[in-house]
């Protein structure tokens, strides 16, 4: 399996963010990279092994229904780069 | 035949769910609707980084039980996933969500049909995930985001696609929203979103076998939008397929004041979720035992108890399915059934006949819950009482009715009170007949003469002197032999 600028492309579409054509020809290069250095892991026989989605071997850990005190909305939007008096901001989403 | 015959709908639904419990589905955040904005929110639901989401247990509690009264099989165990958006409404980037391992699977619904059969709707999958924020558009020149909802518990049921028309799909739908009431896991209020339900919608010709191009259909937030709007899209699509053009595969809104489906802005890559197995998360793991003692809390369904209500109660199957409508409904009629001195088939059916025209009609003017009727059922079957016993006729019994919904008395004091006893007493009654027959010989003479029809007549002029207080059948007797004599 091989990355080409293509992808990269889509993925930087799906993460929002843009980059030059230098640095997208870099990327390709470097997810190749990390792709082929990951293939070594195909030569174990996996046979039989179920996948895992967990390294931590714990089961469920659970919470009760209680209710806990919030953040005070104030300082809930302290970090906001925009806000008004009880909500977030952001560009117009739809027009 | 027309053209609209020549082909069929297949349909399946997306249900979520929101689930009543007290806080939110991974952190102690309350989740009541209509706080101040951004007040029920924390770390964990504002998605800041290095917070540790902890599952609520009560949502799996939840899950299990609607994925048994579903007959779904429950996943021994069953893992989180990301799935990988942007959206203002969505701090964290992702939603938290079940993607190759949901907590149940394989189930059905039945569904009854206008014909009095029934279908069973397979039940794919139900998975846990978290509902999103709220963005408001029309408030400012900017987008406003309220993360209050952000995490509150929804349980996802996707169905099989195997309805046919828009009319099952309502009765799916309806079914479900029937489940999860009766379960008591939700509200079932559609309008402030607690059941929404999306639909995927495509075409075939009748005996073709490979679906046609699906669309989707969102935004019905009532049982009346969702049939309407799914009648909606059936009718574009085979009129597009016969002017020569082709479905094309898209996201649909319904627009309930226009009554149109209209394409919705496209959110980019919208379907390139990415879905990974959420790290912050361990397996749940569900044994046997907590199968066992989930079982235990499933109520008796509506279903079973529509069959119960039929055959201990020796109601019409109409009236079984009236008062099973609704959990508290059923109960209201059990209670008010209990208080029966006289535990018949008579009986139960006046009870359920004043459940069915004046408990109904007093919820629906004063649109209340059946816990907030004025009058208990132990008061409504204390009334039947009093008329299966003739202390009051089925007349006066609307009077007391009335007054208890105001003073909310016990309808033994209301006729203490008022004065309501139904006279009995065989020598007053004839006494007032006597007057009445007096009072019009030409209706006598007619009577006589083969007008038998006039009975109604001296009946109820003998009621209206006595104020409606006479007992009617002895009224009847009486002028019987009188007027025959």
């Excluded at chain 2, 509200?187 to 005996?207: F, H, P, Y």
């Excluded at chain 2, 009129?239 to 082709?246: F, P, R, S, V």
């Excluded at chain 2, 609307?398 to 309808?411: A, G, N, Q, S, Y």
Aim: proline share 5%.
């Amino acid at each position: 399996m091989s990355v080409t600028i293509k992808d990269v492309e889509h993925i930087a579409k799906l993460a929002k963010l843009e980059f030059s054509d230098a640095e997208k020809e870099k990327f390709t290069h470097q997810f190749n990279d990390i792709l082929k250095y990951m293939e070594q892991l195909n030569s174990v026989d996996t046979t039989g092994v179920e996948p895992l989605a967990q390294v931590i071997e714990l089961k469920n850990v659970f919470r009760d229904d209680t209710v806990k005190p919030s953040t005070p909305t104030e300082e809930a939007l302290k970090n906001a780069p925009a806000s008004s008096d009880v909500h977030f901001k952001v560009p117009k989403v739809i027009g | 035949m027309s053209v609209y015959d020549t082909y069929e709908a297949v349909i399946g639904l997306e249900v979520h769910a929101q689930l009543s419990t007290k806080t939110k589905i991974f952190c102690g955040c309350s989740t009541t609707f209509g706080n101040a904005p951004n007040s029920n929110v924390c770390p964990v639901c504002l998605g800041m980084p290095g917070v540790l989401p902890v599952l609520n247990k009560q949502v799996v509690e939840y899950a299990i039980r609607l994925g048994l009264a579903t007959h779904c099989a429950i996943s021994p165990t069953s893992v989180f996933a990301r799935k990988n958006y942007f959206y203002p409404d969505l701090p964290k980037g992702y939603q938290i969500s079940q993607y190759e391992e949901p907590i149940c699977r394989h189930g059905f619904v039945d569904i009854d049909l206008e014909d009095g059969s029934t279908k069973r709707i397979g039940v794919t999958r139900i998975h846990m995930e978290e509902d999103a924020g709220k963005s408001i558009h029309d408030m400012d020149t900017d987008t406003l985001v309220d993360v209050n909802r952000c995490g509150t518990p929804l349980l996802e049921i996707v169905s099989e696609p195997d309805m046919r028309s828009a009319k099952e799909a309502s009765q799916y739908l309806h079914s479900v929203w029937q489940t999860v009431k009766y379960l008591g896991i939700c509200d079932g209020n559609m309008e402030e979103g607690s059941l929404r339900c999306d639909a995927n919608i495509s075409v075939r010709l009748k005996g073709e076998t490979k679906l046609g191009t699906k669309a989707e259909l969102k935004n019905m937030n009532s049982f009346r939008n969702v049939e309407r709007a799914i009648e909606y899209e059936i009718k574009r699509q085979i009129d597009l397929i016969e002017e020569g053009g082709t479905v094309v595969q898209q996201t649909l809104l319904w627009n309930a004041e226009k009554n149109i489906a209209a394409p919705m802005r496209s959110k980019e890559e919208a379907h390139d979720y990415r879905y990974f197995p959420d790290p912050d998360l361990v397996p749940v793991v569900v044994d046997n035992a907590w199968i066992a003692s989930a079982q235990k809390l499933i109520p008796e369904l509506p279903k079973e108890r529509r069959k119960r209500f039929v055959e201990s109660f020796k109601l019409p199957a109409y009236d079984a399915g009236v008062l099973t409508q609704e959990r508290e409904l059923a109960e209201y009629f059990e209670s008010a059934a209990g208080q029966l001195s006289k535990k018949n088939e008579e009986n139960h059916k006046t009870v359920s006949n004043w459940i069915m025209t004046d408990v109904l009609r007093v919820m629906n003017d004063k649109k209340i819950a059946v816990a907030d009727c004025p009058i208990t059922p132990e008061h409504l079957g204390a009334m039947v009482n009093l008329i299966a016993d003739g202390t009051i006729s089925g007349k006066i019994a609307k009077e007391v009715f009335d007054d208890m919904l105001t003073t909310k008395e016990h309808p033994k004091a209301i006729v203490e009170r008022k004065g309501l006893l139904q006279i009995s007493d065989a020598g007053a009654i004839e006494k007032e007949i006597d007057l009445i027959l007096a009072k019009f010989p030409n209706e006598m003479t007619r009577y006589r003469g083969g007008e038998v029809k006039l009975t109604g007549f001296f009946v109820g002029e003998t009621m209206k002197v006595m104020k409606g207080k006479g007992n009617p059948k002895l009224i009847n007797e009486i002028l019987k032999k009188k007027l025959d004599g």
